[in-house]
């Protein structure tokens, strides 16, 4: 018997009867196998198994829609950690920032990434929609998948907005209290609808669990459904389009 | 997918017991990834995955260092009975709120966002941003006025609101879409600008607009939301 | 299959449904009908029923605490009360733009709101946008012995002050 390697050790995982039970396919080194890596697998089966070469040049997409993804990711694993100290009430909430802050091993370190990764995806998204529209990647038969993207934008900027009054400091309190007056002057609906968002006529203790609610559990399911079919009508769509080809003819319009 | 097309007959049969043979319908308006000339593929795993995670791994190391160095404000508890001066909305909103600054609540705060959400919403329905070419490859008369018009509309328009960070920015995309004018001859920034489409122009404007309004209400505003420069935005208590 | 049942339909006189289509147009109704009981129920559930806001109506010393030319802010009610040369008033505090808590100028007579800029004289008028209407008045009433009560619920016109 040969001695204990890396690449033994390696070789006697993969071919163990519970290794072959999870990954079905053999070690990526045939095209065969690297279709499969694709599509037996649920989280890459998104991907297509074959890819245009000059998609992957950086100022195709200049990843703008990968770095917004992986903000979002972020902001997913960071924002259940801060769950775990955080209470939606007055004037607690402002107490756990603190605690967060000053006591919590690693707190402030997580309440940072999820600050910084907050900006990061509503400034991606942002460029994200200019790289699109510049690159005139809008067009059919991708329209559909423009109109989901600025729904998305919309709810990035409602997430980064309802999680603006978590912390429920002075910041918070009067951002949140000038923009819902901001909604008030909407003709008819303004009104109500402030009021069904604030749970009351002021910024209050209702607000603030109106919108951990709305932050921590409605607005992450609607953005991930609608990140679903974004993803999911690239694929239909072709693949991403990139820059307009140099020479029209060679663009097959619809 | 460069072939000929094959000349194909279908062959129909009411026997449940035959296997049905699948073809690719391609339907003229879902045929994006057809082109007349043959590509370079390349296999998703190794070159998309690896690039993918290289980018996730990078993303996630540059927010972590930016955690380590800069800690995210906190201020005192929230009191409902004391305005900090100045009180600013996030950076994303700042354009919005340095518009409420001119405009009645109701025209900045619902009128031109709920404009700004339909006019994006119809960008991929509305012809014009189908089929634009260079911007002066039309009617350039019509053109002439169209722009002289819409310009001279807009900054009246602002002028009366005093709201010189749009009329500026306004003015200064009319005169480069003058100079544009010039096709072919200048210098490679002239052939440049002279490529420009009309809805690429209106964008850059609508970019250019919200950056200058953000940039104003984040670094150019203090107490009171009267303009200051970046360094006496908070006045020594 | 679509060609037959389109033949049967043709079949169907004017203003005749065929059965299956009157099922379908009941179920569909019946999922719309469920559809919209349950978006009213839910929006009836979130409006809340019962609001712990601050009560509206306060004392605020007596007229004698207000000889012409004083200016209170009264904080916690976010309402100033003035000694004006017609009588006492009193003026809400809340910028009429969107809500920001406004304060007395210091160095000028005058108040001014933090947050975009509005100003207003001491009688509320605006002196500055970005303010659409001048600062409510709000009620202010006086007992027999000259305790002033205000009731921030009750807006009057301008100019009607509490005679001294
Ligand atoms: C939460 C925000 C968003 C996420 C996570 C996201 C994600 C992505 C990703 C990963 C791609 C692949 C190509 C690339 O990286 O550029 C993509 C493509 C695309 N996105 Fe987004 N996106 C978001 C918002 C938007 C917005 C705001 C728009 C436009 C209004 C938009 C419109 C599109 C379109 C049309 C494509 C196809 C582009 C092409 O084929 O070249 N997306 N998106
Ligand atoms: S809230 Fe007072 S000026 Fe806007």
């Known amino acids: ?254 | ?237 | 299959m679509l060609d037959e049942t389109a033949d049967n339909l043709s079949e169907l006189t004017s203003g005749e449904e065929s059965r299956r289509q009157f099922l379908t147009k009941l179920g569909l109704g019946a999922c719309a009908v469920t559809g919209l009981g349950a978006a009213l129920t839910v929006a009836d559930f979130l409006e809340p029923k019962v609001l712990f806001e601050p009560p509206t109506s306060f004392r605020a010393g007596t007229i004698a605490d207000f000889p012409e030319g004083t200016v209170r802010f009264n904080q916690e009610q976010k309402v100033y009360i003035v000694g004006g040369a017609a009588g006492i008033f009193a003026m809400s505090a809340v910028c009429t733009h969107l809500g920001c808590i406004t304060r007395p100028m210091s160095g000028e007579p005058g108040i001014a709101c933090p947050c975009h800029g509005s100003k207003f004289d001491l009688e509320g008028n605006v002196t500055h946008g970005p303010a659409p209407h001048p600062l409510p008045w709000l009620e202010v009433k006086a007992d027999a012995a000259g305790n002033l009560t205000v009731d921030t619920s009750v807006v009057i016109p301008h100019g009607k002050a509490l005679k001294a």
Request: proline residues 7%; positive net charge.
């Open chain 1, 1 to 254: 018997m040969s001695s204990l390697t890396l690449s033994t050790l390696t070789a006697w995982v993969r071919n163990s009867a519970v290794y072959r039970s999870i990954i079905r396919h053999g070690v990526a080194d045939t095209n065969r196998n690297r279709s499969l890596v694709i599509f037996e697998n649920l989280f890459l089966h998104v991907h297509p198994v074959k890819v245009r070469e000059k998609t992957l040049k950086f100022t195709h997409t200049f990843w703008l829609g990968g770095i917004t993804m992986v903000a979002t990711f972020v902001l997913f694993a960071t924002g259940i950690l801060l769950m775990f100290y955080y209470h939606p009430s007055v004037p607690q909430a402002y107490r756990d920032m603190k605690e967060l802050m000053f006591v919590v091993d690693n707190g402030v370190f997580y309440r940072n990434m999820h600050r910084w990764a907050a900006h990061l995806m509503v400034l991606g998204a942002m460029l994200h929609m200019l790289r699109v529209f510049y690159h005139r990647a809008y067009r059919p038969p991708r329209q559909f998948n423009w109109v989901v993207g600025v729904v998305l934008l919309l709810i990035t900027l409602l997430l980064s907005y309802t999680g603006y009054l978590l912390p429920w400091d002075q910041l918070a309190f009067w951002g949140v209290s000038v923009g819902t007056n901001m909604a008030k002057e909407a003709p008819l609906i303004g009104k109500p609808l402030r009021f069904l968002l604030l749970g009351g006529n002021i910024v209050s203790e209702n607000a603030l669990l109106r919108f951990y609610v709305l932050h921590c559990v409605v607005l992450p399911a609607v953005l991930m459904l609608f990140i679903s079919v974004h993803i999911w009508r690239i694929r239909k769509d072709g693949g991403v389009q990139g820059p307009p080809e140099k020479d029209p003819g060679e663009e097959v319009e619809p």
């Open chain 2, 1 to 237: 997918m460069s072939q000929t097309p094959q000349t194909f007959a279908p062959v129909e049969s009411s026997d449940p017991m035959v296997v049905p043979k699948r073809v690719a319908m391609v339907r003229p308006d879902t045929r994006p990834t057809i082109r007349r000339r043959e590509e370079k593929w390349v296999m998703t795993f190794p070159h998309l995955i690896i690039r993918e995670v290289i980018m996730f791994m990078l993303v996630v190391i540059g927010l972590a260092v930016v955690a380590l160095l800069f800690n995210a404000p906190l201020e005192g508890l929230a009191n409902p009975l004391e305005t900090p001066n100045p009180s600013k909305a996030p950076w994303y909103f700042l354009g919005l709120q340095e518009l409420l600054h001119y405009f009645p609540p109701v025209v900045a705060g619902v009128v031109i966002p709920g404009l700004v959400v339909v006019a994006l919403v119809v960008i991929p329905y509305a012809r014009i941003n189908l089929v634009a070419g260079p911007l002066w490859s039309g009617d350039r008369k019509r053109l002439t006025t169209g722009i002289t018009a819409v310009t001279g509309v807009l900054v009246i328009l602002f002028s009366t609101f005093q709201c010189w960070a749009i009329v500026v920015p306004s003015l200064i995309v009319a005169a480069a879409m003058f100079l544009a004018r010039s096709e072919g001859s200048g210098g490679s920034f002239r052939r440049f600008l002279a490529l420009v489409t009309l809805p690429e122009w209106v964008m850059t404007w609508f970019v250019l607009v919200a950056a200058i309004l953000t940039i104003i209400g984040t670094f150019f505003r203090g107490p009171g939301w009267s303009l200051v420069w970046p360094w006496n935005m908070y006045p020594p208590a």
